[in-house]
């Protein structure tokens, strides 16, 4: 297997501690970043490497840095995106609970290209304990002169606070992420304008994710030409890979970008649990469509799994072995996104309530479901998809179009027996009011 | 200026403008919940999606700025399935309780139903998501969480306008819900503007609310009578009752919003006290009279006693509530009479105002009256002293409460001192009590006229009901008063009146009806 680098906690204890950290080369990065690049030549060099954004949406972080004003008497602030929040995804929470200090690092260099001096980690609420490894790792590099005023004595200046979300799954959508650290409500804002120009406290904002920063000290080091070489060309660079479900060996996997998905569940992951078949797998985290046993042979890379019919995502790889009911995993996701949809768009509102009612008729049998069920599910989500703000409803759309799609004759086969015809299934409350 | 093309239509707009407003001012609506002129973009109804060429998704109208050579298409297939697909998923929690629903009739939501949406629903009845219902929020206002499409036009209006912030959304998904914020009440200046500008029937009002389908009611353009702004507003009626008050724009003036004490206004003009005979003191007590019997006491017994106690013995207060129009017929009778003319604008000491519309003045008019030469206030007291004294042979009173107004022991004794007192009014009031004739005249909401607000903008109101009884517009009692004393033939109406006045007096120079428009037109004097 190749080198670890964005994993490099799993070969070096205690590599959360800068001691541990520097005594295996942390920081040089940001030393020859600040002493021997302009912001400028680090912009340039990010754009050359091809990175492209670990938060979901694949957008060119380099192309993203570009759009802040040339000329601003505001201050330009860095958001980190880690509210990683996004179902079947444990990449972010890694590097900050093992390895803050790479973060930092990405932090420090970035906030130095994009000519900011105040960055907010935006952690999720219930990362308690890598907010406090946070905290700890920003104590540590502040007194060893690394964060806060004349950073190793260039003269530049940054900030960073760790701010704790609150629960919100959309609070990861980044102009929701900044209406939360302004203490609003959660709600992402209409577009234009984008966050570059008016972002945080309506000023340039750049948000991006905590392992998109994370390669950026690598690149630093080994160049953009490195970077630039793992995987296919469009989307290079290591990557990391969340595996969980039905296989042998689930976990977080640092592999090339590009890596096979057949590859990553039978030979990294160990293969489908106690032998059994593969049933399905979703490629990115549980908004995007779902392949089919007969669909895993991709390479995962942004490009390559969009034109295989789904997205890269978060690579979050949900496994799921013959023993499962197709039409309960789309009722258990779909019960998800009803929960998390803000609120605020109207087809996204009604929509994600609407598919989580008729998913529970088909799966939970109350009788009123019916072959025409199916099509009623599709159209809806047809309904949902490009209509809102932001992408929560076509991530409520997506996989349950995608699984009655694919799996039309099980959900068919629902209607028609009134019942679940797999293992019998204890009917989850319906949504909770709220004390 | 980008020239872009809507529905085939080409059009020329200024840079800035959105798609929504460019469509516009070619007349074609977009469909829309959350936008309002007034308030910052949302976004969120998502009623407004239009198809742009180049654009792979719909995009909101509301939002999206015009650029040169846009193509936009607001009715083709893909929208229209938008458009659907939107109402539908507006009605499927919504209770659909429109025949106990006061929005009935104004409802954006019946609206667009049929405009754009006319399917059968595919949603079961029992699994609506259920809300509270009729939840008074405030003085004003009535709150129904499940008629509530969440536009959020209330909120921003709350946070953006009057920055009191009463109202939030609280929850998430299909489960938000507008709602009181901890320990706060709905009960600021302007809090039944949320009414008006709440597109369905989430927020009624508790003041309208069961009193009248709108649909039955009509509407006249008018003037807020309740202080100096001069706020513009419909008046909602039927036979002859007003059953509302609502804004109306004008970004000159109030732009779309009116205050809580302006609306509530109405009341003031149909009360217990009105007058609705012309009345002639008897031995005892009023006899009810005829207009022309009335009319003839007033001018035999006021020429009398001008020409026999000559200039000066003639006294006539006018106050500030009385449109230009008798204002200016007021003066040409005292010219008449060789009368002296007092002002009087009156507000309750310590009354409300803010810096936004609500003035201290509670006056419509007193700019009115300096426009025409009075100076409010200036002798007023002159002239009660005279008739205390035994100096003043007849006293005329027009829209004036002189006992709440001034010392009532002074105007007591002086209104028993004065042997001649004609009373004009609308309302019955202590003053009126002393009077010889009493002579019942309209309110603002019952004839035509002008007011000139604070800021000098000269400002049409029409006739919206009939006034009752015997009433008669002012405008047409003084003219026939003026006619008889001092000659001319009466006018024809209180254009006529006014066109005369703008022939007469520099501020109102250049200005007539059809040039007041609906918006109204400030005065010479102010204009500059």
Redesign the interface.
């Known amino acids: 297997m190749a080198e670890r680098l964005l994993l490099r906690c799993r070969d070096i204890p205690d590599l959360r501690r800068l001691d541990v950290y520097t005594a295996h080369g942390g920081y040089q990065a940001t030393r020859q970043a600040l002493t021997t690049c302009s912001p400028e030549q680090l912009v340039d060099m990010v754009k050359a490497s091809n990175l492209r954004g670990r938060g979901g949406a694949g957008f060119p972080t380099g192309l993203k840095w570009s759009f802040l004003p040339k000329q601003t008497a505001k201050p330009i602030y860095l958001a980190v995106n880690a509210d990683e929040s996004e179902p079947g995804t444990f990449k972010d929470r890694v590097i900050i609970e093992q390895d803050p200090h790479q973060l930092l690092e990405g932090i420090i260099i970035s906030a130095y290209a994009i000519r900011c001096h105040t960055a907010y980690i935006y952690i999720r609420g219930e990362f308690a304990l890598g907010a406090e490894r946070l905290e700890a790792a920003i104590a540590e590099a502040r007194s060893a002169g690394l964060l806060g005023r004349d950073i190793l004595g260039t003269g530049f200046d940054l900030d960073v606070w760790v701010h704790r979300g609150a629960g ?1 799954y959309i609070c990861g959508e980044e102009t929701g992420l900044i209406e939360s650290l302004e203490g609003k ?1 959660g709600y992402p804002r ?1 577009k ?1 304008p984008f966050p570059a120009v008016h972002g945080l406290f309506g000023c340039p904002t750049i948000v991006n994710n905590v392992e998109t920063l994370a390669c950026v000290p690598h690149i630093v080091l080994r160049g953009a030409d490195w970077f630039r070489s793992i995987g296919p060309e469009k989307s290079p660079g290591p990557k990391l890979f969340c595996v969980s479900g039905h296989v042998e060996r689930p976990g977080t996997y640092e592999l090339p970008m590009g890596t096979p998905l057949r590859e990553i569940i039978y030979t990294h992951a160990g293969g489908i649990r106690g032998g059994r078949k593969l049933k399905a797998v979703i490629p990115g985290g549980a908004s995007m469509p779902v392949f089919t046993a007969d669909e895993i042979d991709v390479s995962m890379d942004m490009d390559s799994v969009q034109k295989a019919g789904s997205f890269l995502g978060s690579a979050g790889i949900m496994v799921m072995d013959e023993t499962v009911c197709m039409v309960w995993a789309a009722f258990v996701i779909g019960r998800f996104f ?10 996204c ?6 598919l989580e ?1 008729v998913l529970r008729r088909l799966e939970f049998g109350d009788g ?1 479901a019916t072959a025409a069920d199916v099509d ?1 599910l599709l159209n809806i989500a047809g ?1 949902m998809m ?4 932001c992408a929560l409803s076509d991530a409520a759309a997506m996989p349950a179009r995608a699984f009655a799609t694919k799996f039309r004759a099980e959900f068919e086969q629902h209607a028609t027996l009134g019942r679940c015809p797999f293992r019998p299934v204890v009917e989850p409350p319906r ?1 909770h ?2 004390a | 200026m980008p020239t872009l093309e809507i529905d085939g239509q080409r059009t020329e707009v200024p840079d800035g403008l959105t798609v929504i407003q460019a469509a516009e001012r070619l007349g074609i609506e977009i469909p829309h919940y959350c936008w309002h002129p007034g308030l910052s973009i949302a976004g969120n109804c998502r009623m407004c999606l239009v198809e742009i060429e180049k654009n792979p998704k719909l995009q909101i109208a509301c939002n999206t700025r015009v650029a040169d050579g846009m193509v936009v298409h607001t009715t083709n297939e893909k929208t229209k399935t938008a458009q659907r697909a939107v109402l539908e998923f507006l009605l499927i929690n919504h209770p659909i309780d429109c025949p106990v629903c006061d929005q009935a009739g104004e409802c954006k939501l019946q609206e667009y139903y049929m405009d754009y949406d006319r399917q059968r629903s595919r949603f079961p009845l029992p699994a609506k998501v259920r809300k509270k219902k009729a939840i008074p929020i405030g003085p004003l206002v009535m709150l129904d969480q499940e008629r509530c499409i969440l536009c959020a036009r209330c909120t921003r209006f709350l946070d953006e306008v009057t920055h009191t912030s009463e109202l939030a959304i609280y929850e998430r998904g299909d489960h938000c819900e507008i709602e009181l914020a901890p320990g706060k009440v709905l009960d600021n200046p302007y809090s039944g503007n949320v009414v008006d500008i709440c597109p369905v029937g989430a927020l009624t009002s508790r003041d309208f609310r069961f009193r009248a389908r709108v649909w039955y009611l009509e509407r006249a353009d008018s003037v807020c009578g309740a202080c100096a702004n001069g706020c513009n507003i419909e008046i909602y009626h039927r036979e002859g009752r007003i059953f509302r008050f609502q804004p109306r724009q004008n970004a000159a003036v109030n732009q779309y919003w009116m205050c809580d004490a302006g609306r509530l206004s109405y009341r003031d003009l149909q009360g217990e006290g009105r007058l609705t005979h012309p009345l002639v003191r008897g031995e005892d007590e009023f006899l009810p009279s005829t207009w022309s019997s009335a009319i003839g006491q007033v001018t035999g017994r006021l020429g009398d006693l001008a020409r026999e106690h000559g200039p000066g013995s003639v006294g006539i207060v006018v106050s500030a509530r009385a449109p230009n129009e008798e204002i200016f017929l007021l003066r040409r009778l005292g010219a008449a009479l060789s009368a002296r003319i007092a002002a009087l604008s009156w507000s309750p000491p310590g009354a409300f105002h803010d810096d936004f519309l609500v003035k201290a003045d509670k006056n419509p008019n007193t700019e009115g009256l300096r426009l025409q030469g009075l100076v409010p206030d200036g002798e007023v007291d002159q002239l009660l002293e005279a008739a205390g004294a035994g100096r003043l042979a007849a006293l005329v009173l027009h829209r004036t409460d002189l006992t709440a107004w001034r010392d009532a022991a002074v105007v007591r004794a002086a209104l028993e001192r004065v042997p001649c007192l004609v009373v004009l009014d609308t309302d019955r009031r202590e003053a009126s009590e002393y009077a010889d004739v009493v002579l019942p005249i309209a309110t603002y909401a019952e004839c035509d006229g002008t007011f000139t607000n604070h800021a000098g903008r000269v400002q049409r109101f029409s006739a919206a009901v009939s006034p009752p009884g015997e009433v008669r517009a002012g405008w047409l009692v003084l003219a026939e008063l003026a006619a008889r004393l001092a000659g001319g033939e009466p006018f024809a109406g209180a254009e006529a009146v006014f066109a005369a006045l703008a022939e007469e007096c520099a501020a109102f120079r250049g200005l007539s009806y059809s040039a007041l428009g609906s918006d109204g037109r400030p005065a010479a004097s102010a204009a500059t």
């Open positions: 919100a409500r209409v234009p009803h929960h998390e949809s803000c609120g605020q768009c109207t087809p509102r009604e929509g994600t309530g609407w009612k009123s009623l309904n490009g209509t809102t703000i949504r009011a709220h």
